[in-house]
């Protein structure tokens, strides 16, 4: 997909988001569900049909079969173990400088504030990193599998240059995406889409270590 392709996909979803936003919610979690299904699908079809043939040779009595199917098994657990850690796969954490309570007492205050009145999550760290930017960033902690740490990532850059106002108007909208039954989807769907971006990308760095990863690079 060359520049011009990607970009018209992008006017297309953003005018359907527009104009069916409910529909596109939809098929937006949908696709994110489906990466699970996927995952989960090639695990039970691994297991299944090793334990199926190895059970029906054993069964009747057919030794060639029950050989061929032991074999398979075998052949099978690499691709069973880079599915297993794909599902554990963590992400790297954003870097800067964590800063603590004890640091900038004022800006915890205010997020402990923003916190009880929206009835959010934690935030579980805050870190001062180099852009010109604010942002809230949620990694998974186990993976594909629940759990999530937050982060608060301010820019030195911006902070020097807008008003205390400003950069305190910009942590609560930041804050807000995680915040209601909208919120948490979006945040889920975010996180969804890093942790398979990410396992895409492992995958594919690995893709030359063994076939059972060729065969999950060209899976996905």
């Known amino acids: 997909m060359d520049r011009d392709e990607f970009e018209g996909l992008?006017?297309?979803?953003?005018?359907?988001?527009?104009?069916?936003?409910?529909?596109?919610?939809?098929?937006?979690?949908?696709?994110?569900v489906s990466a699970y299904v996927l995952l989960f699908a090639s695990l039970v079809v691994i297991i299944a049909a090793a334990y199926w043939g190895i059970s029906y040779a054993h069964a009747h009595h057919k030794t060639r079969m029950l050989i061929i199917f032991s074999i398979f098994a075998l052949l099978m657990v690499p691709v069973f173990y880079v599915v297993i850690r794909m599902f554990f796969m963590r992400l790297s954490p954003p870097e800067g400088r964590a800063i603590t309570r004890a640091d900038a007492p004022r800006l915890f205050e205010v997020i402990d504030k923003m916190r009880k009145k929206l009835k959010g999550p934690p935030t579980h760290h805050v870190l001062i990193f180099d852009e010109y930017n604010a942002a809230i960033m949620q990694l998974p902690r186990f993976g594909l599998f629940g759990g999530h740490?937050?982060?608060?990532?301010?820019?030195?850059?911006?902070?020097?240059?807008?008003?205390?106002?400003?950069?305190?108007?910009?942590?609560a909208h930041e804050y807000g995406h995680l915040c209601g039954d909208h919120g948490k989807m979006g945040a889920w769907i975010?996180?969804?889409?890093?942790?398979?971006?990410?396992?895409?990308?492992?995958v594919s760095e690995m893709a030359d270590a063994s076939w059972a990863h060729q065969l999950m690079y060209a899976a996905l």
């Open 10 to 32: 992008v006017r297309q979803l953003e005018a359907e988001s527009e104009n069916r936003p409910a529909a596109f919610r939809t098929k937006v979690v949908l696709l994110s």
């Open 149 to 171: 740490t937050n982060y608060l990532l301010l820019g030195l850059p911006y902070l020097l240059g807008v008003t205390p106002k400003e950069m305190l108007a910009t942590v």
């Open 190 to 202: 975010y996180r969804q889409r890093r942790t398979l971006l990410a396992l895409y990308r492992q």
